[in-house]
């Protein structure tokens, strides 16, 4: 069964920086690419970037371009997304997921995600 923790959330101003935290277990991490996706009150859930399986490359929604940044560390099982000059419009909860594929959609596995509120 896969677990997945997410981590890092909280109240932060815009403009702030936080790096969420994503810990895997129960399947070898390291052959699956990794996405990081958002729900904000009363939307769905969206994606926000992914990652392949070594890392290599990178995908983002355009909203995030120049200002997210997804990584992964396959030896801790863990992928990161740090965020830089957040905006009020970043708030949601934020989950990491497998992937089908690289960039592909993800597998039915959900964490509880992880809280960030961007206040104006």
């Known amino acids: 069964q896969v677990q997945l923790v997410e981590s890092g959330g909280g109240l932060v101003q815009a403009g702030d920086s936080l790096k969420l935290s994503c810990a895997a277990s129960?399947?070898?991490?390291?052959?699956?690419?990794m996405g990081w996706f958002r729900q904000a009150p009363g939307k769905e859930r969206e994606f926000v970037a992914h990652?392949?399986?070594?890392?290599?490359?990178?995908a983002y929604t355009d909203s995030v371009k120049g200002r997210f940044t997804i990584s992964r560390d396959n030896a801790k099982n863990t992928v990161y997304l740090q965020m830089n000059s957040l905006k009020p419009e970043d708030t949601a909860v934020y989950y990491c997921?497998?992937?089908?594929?690289?960039?592909?959609?993800?597998?039915?596995?959900w964490g509880k995600g992880t809280l960030v509120t961007v206040s104006s």
């Open positions: 997921a497998l992937l089908t594929y690289y960039r592909g959609p993800p597998m039915p596995y």
């Open positions: 129960g399947r070898t991490f390291s052959t699956y690419a």
């Open positions: 990652i392949s399986l070594s890392g290599s490359s990178t």
